[in-house]
């Protein structure tokens, strides 16, 4: 009969073999940057590497179970009750449960640190994402001309028509426009179409003014609060990304602080200094074992070299080794409900844009008076809002799956 251990490992790979399926099966993804092609690599990594673990383990432990059930059986017949055979049988009953616990003991706290490392490598990837989120929204246009494109005195037509009546009323009624006019859109056009109404001139010159400027007072003062809309929350959103990737560094320090790294994030991303983390958690591993202080063995074998003694893992150290780990994974399993939290909000958010995007009713009209900054704005909602639902996002399955994957759960 299966061990626990042996179960809640079964279980993982049912689990990664699920995720393997439905990240493989998933509908139309993006053939350069889909959530199947992101988390498969980790996945089939993650599967083989336990199945590995699961064989090993399986390999070395049931020939000791076999033993141990002759062992009984013998000890069961009443012909083998002497104190000789007895003796000797009971002691050998002794050492196999012994090797048998301490080989469950061992599978345990390896199993745990094949999680903990897909723990690491989470962050990695997802850090990835939270640095591309990062410059994507850093960049976006929509944070650096929205105010440009909601004020008319920023459209050249606008600034030429402006002059001309500047100067009529200025002679016929010595009148000149306030500078807090040229700040607000509203009072903006409102003094434009005043003057352009009784600033003289040709009616021809007036009406061909007029239509010159039409289309842009239009679009700047029905869309002027809707692009302040997408300013403010393209801002508040990329706030937002960067307290993620803040708290991503923090979760990353307190992961490796378990085992003794402490190299931040960011330096041992660009320094691919991955390895010696990886290093650092085979040692801490290694030495709560007991593996460092008996190097002439083999854990778990049986019988035990050197005059019996197995490596005697340190229960102190092997206690706290797992509840280090364990904290780490369960940090992460928090991260990931977090980082899916963000990326849905930001997907909303972004509908929430393309829709106002494209409200804008005479885009039509004045499609050939049109900023280019607007055109170009929508194209990068359009490409980030694509962002979010392929490159960025981690559906709910999915990310319930990665933490079947770091905990092991089974239907048991």
Known sequence: ???????????????????WFSTALANNPSPQDSTAIWLQPLIETAYSELDLL??????RIEPLRVRLQDVNSTLADPRNRTPECGFQLLWEKTQLQEAIQGMEQEH???????????SIEIIKMLYEKVLSMDHHLSSLKAQQGLSNLSNPHNYPEFKEARTIVEDRMKKKFNFQMPTLFQTNPFLSAAFSIVGFAVG????????????????????TVRMHNDLNVIYYETGYLRDANLTL?????????DCAR????????????????????????????????????NTASTPGSYPPPNNGMPPTPDPRLLARATTNLQFSIDRVGSFIDKYSNFVSQGGEYYKKFSKIASNY???????????????QLKNDIEETLDKFNSAYKMPEVQGSKLKDMLYGTSNE
């Open 245 to 253: 990737k803040k708290e991503c560094e923090a979760l990353f320090s």
């Open 108 to 118: 345990e706290i390896k199993l745990l640190k094949l999680r903990y490392r897909k």
């Open 1 to 19: 009969m299966k061990t626990k251990t042996t179960r809640r490992s079964t279980g993982l790979m049912v689990a990664l073999s699920l995720l």
């Open 200 to 219: 003289g001139g040709e009616e021809k010159e007036k009406k061909e003014s007029i239509e010159k400027v039409a289309c842009i007072l239009d679009f």
């Open 258 to 293: 378990q085992v003794g790294y402490t190299i931040p994030l960011i330096s041992c991303r660009d320094g691919d200094d991955w390895e010696r983390l990886y290093t650092m958690l085979d040692a801490y591993v290694a030495k709560a074992l007991g593996e460092t202080n």
């Open 54 to 59: 699961e064989y090993e383990h399986l390999h």
């Open 361 to 375: 009713e005479n885009e039509k009209t004045c499609s050939t008076s049109l900023p280019e900054q607007f055109k």
